[in-house]
């Protein structure tokens, strides 16, 4: 069988949620970075692979899969042990909306190409991550609220899921951008116990072949 391939990058929030969900999976892939800000995802080939021109995109099995959380559904459905999205419908549904408020209204904003975009419209450049911090703020509180309280070391019980694997690259993308988080304690306790696994500790960006520092 062919071995699986991730183009990603080492910061990309996207690209490091797969990267849990490959690990978790117990899945041996092989990492072809895309320097993001070299614009190595407009580049022809890249765009080949995925028109948009955003990774992650991951290689497997005959396809080529875009988009983070469809790679981690299409993950479950392939090889269902773990289960990102356990338990029954409802907590299905739970977990997937705490990942989408993530995924889908929160870390967008922080997007280097929306940032320039809100620098080009307003003549400033600060005011793109002073958004940012604003929008992760107010996306946290959400999250807050959206969490069990059911006692469990992680979002949804004693187990990561699909919710975890979102949340813990945010955290990362918070402290970038400046955010405060002494008041998401209850967050970064469930960052502390993710970090204990070797799933989530092999995807850290700083372990990636393409990191750079600062």
Not at 33 to 49: I, K, S, Y
């Amino acid at each position: 069988m062919t071995r699986p391939v991730l183009h990603g990058y080492f910061r990309s929030s996207a690209s490091w949620r797969v990267r849990i969900a490959l690990n978790l999976k117990g899945v041996d892939y092989e990492s072809r970075p895309v320097h993001l800000r070299a614009g190595d995802q407009r580049g022809e080939d890249f765009l080949a692979l995925n028109p948009q021109g955003l990774v992650p995109v991951l290689e497997i099995d005959g396809h080529v899969l875009t988009q983070s959380l469809a790679i981690c559904d299409y993950l479950d459905a392939t090889r269902p042990e773990p289960l990102l999205t356990p338990g029954d419908a409802a907590a299905q549904a739970r977990i997937r909306a705490f990942a989408q408020a993530i995924a889908c209204d929160i870390h967008p904003v922080q997007n280097l190409r929306v940032l320039k975009r809100v620098a080009a419209l307003t003549g400033r450049k600060e005011d793109g991550p002073a958004w940012a911090r604003r929008t992760i703020e107010d996306g946290f509180d959400a999250l807050l609220a959206l969490l069990p309280g059911d006692g469990g070391g992680f979002c949804f019980g004693d187990g990561p899921t699909l919710a975890d694997i979102c949340l813990v690259p945010q955290l990362a993308n918070a402290r970038r951008f400046g955010v405060d988080l002494g008041p998401y304690g209850a967050l970064e306790r469930i960052e502390g116990e993710c970090a204990r696994l070797p799933a989530f500790a092999a995807a850290h960006p700083d372990r990636q072949p393409d990191f750079e520092a600062g």
